[in-house]
Nanobody, 114 residues
Framework: VQLVESGGGLVQPGGSLRLSCAASGFTFSLYDMSWYRQAPGKERELVARISSDAYNTNYADSVKGRFTISRDNAKNTAYLQMNSLKPEDTAVYYC????????WGQGTQVTVSS
């Protein structure tokens, strides 16, 4: 199983970013996918989750209405569209799937600052 995140960077408050997670080594379309984030000195927290068929999504209260998780099963890729970004969204963002155990990508840094 390999998960590779991309799309992070530095953005001003109110801006947008789109994160991508390219998956390989397993049958992507059969598994839920999640995005987590970890800010310095804080626990890793769940940001959003999407079911294998993309029918169900869940979000942390802190990102509801601003972030959208999606997936393209034909491309084995999950996405996280982040709008109206706030400084408190600054963190390393990780792609995750669970297949007997948790699998994580290497993370992508998102920094929201003026």
């Amino acid at each position: 199983v390999q998960l590779v995140e991309s799309g992070g960077g530095l953005v001003q408050p109110g801006g947008s970013l789109r994160l991508s997670c390219a998956a390989s080594g397993f049958t992507f379309s059969l598994y839920d996918m999640s995005w987590y984030r970890q800010a310095p000195g804080k626990e890793r927290e769940l940001v959003a989750r999407i079911s294998s068929d993309a029918y169900n999504t869940n979000y942390a209260d802190s990102v509801k209405g601003r972030f959208t998780i999606s997936r393209d099963n034909a491309k084995n890729t999950a996405y996280l569209q982040m709008n109206s970004l706030k400084p408190e969204d600054t963190a390393v963002y990780y792609c995750n799937t669970f297949r007997s155990r948790n699998y994580w990508g290497q993370g992508t840094q998102v920094t929201v600052s003026s």
